[in-house]
Structure formats: C-alpha cells, structure tokens
C-alpha cells in the first residue's frame, strides 16, 4: 500500500464508515416505518468477510447501498489524483468484489438490489417493498 499524500487524506479516509453510513440509516428507517423487518450486515454464507447491509431473510432479498466513491458509481465517481495507480487498481477490485458477491447470492436463490448513495430513498424503498412482497419478482440491480 503506498503512503498517503497528506496526514489530512489519511485522516478522512479512516474515518469512512463501513456499515450505518447517512443513506442507509435512511433507507431503513423507511423501511421501518413501511413495517418491513430485516437484518443488519447480514453475513453471506459462503463468502468470508461479506455482508449484506439490508438482508430480508425470508424473501431472500439482499439490499447493497453503495457509495459512489467505493463502487465507481458512473455518474459520481472520482479518482484521487494522488497515488492513482494504487486507487485504480483497488477501486477495480471493489466493482469485481461486488460482482462476485451478486452472482453468489444470484446462484444460491437471492435477489440483489444495488442502490447508488445518492438516489432518492422513498424511491429506493419502493423498489425494496416490490421485490419483498412479491416473492418470484425478478428486481433488476
């Protein structure tokens, strides 16, 4: 891992949340409201060190909040200017981590709905609701 360009950078990225960020407590207080239970970073059976961050067990729907930095969101992804080729090659690995992740869920009954950061969270609970009632409802991610 190469060195950080400032202690300020390395500070802000430590302090990235990883779990309970502002557009997934969001998403579940409506989902809450709505009556829908779930489980919180779920584990994925099968994947080590995999979560899901909306699990309805039941249904077998897993919901991933991703944020646009992390998973090069194509309308909002930046790269640092700093270190590119380190932030390349680990931001590349996020996008096949998160495919990997979908096609093992995908392979063993799940649904996947992926939900960018900056969409609107009525909207994504909408489609949250749909593939929760609706058990054979293919959701596209």
């Known amino acids: 891992m190469p060195s950080p360009s400032s202690a300020g950078v390395s500070a802000r990225m430590s302090k990235q949340r990883r779990r309970d960020t502002a557009p997934e407590i969001s998403v579940r207080k409506l989902l809450h409201a709505r009556g829908l239970r779930y489980r919180v970073a779920w584990p994925i059976p099968g994947m080590k060190r995999r ?3 909306i699990a309805f067990t039941r249904a077998k729907v897993a ?22 080729t380190w932030w390349s090659a680990k931001l590349a690995k996020n996008i096949a981590r998160d495919v990997a992740t979908n096609e093992h869920l995908y392979q063993a009954g799940w649904r996947v709905i992926r939900i960018w950061e900056h969409e609107d969270p009525s909207e994504a609970v909408d489609r949250i609701v749909e593939a929760v009632m609706r058990p054979g409802h293919t959701v596209q991610a």
Do not use: K
């Open 51 to 53: 979560t899901v961050d």
């Open 63 to 84: 919901v991933f909040i991703d944020g646009c930095f992390w998973h090069s969101c194509p309308e909002h992804a930046t790269r640092p200017a700093a270190n590119d």
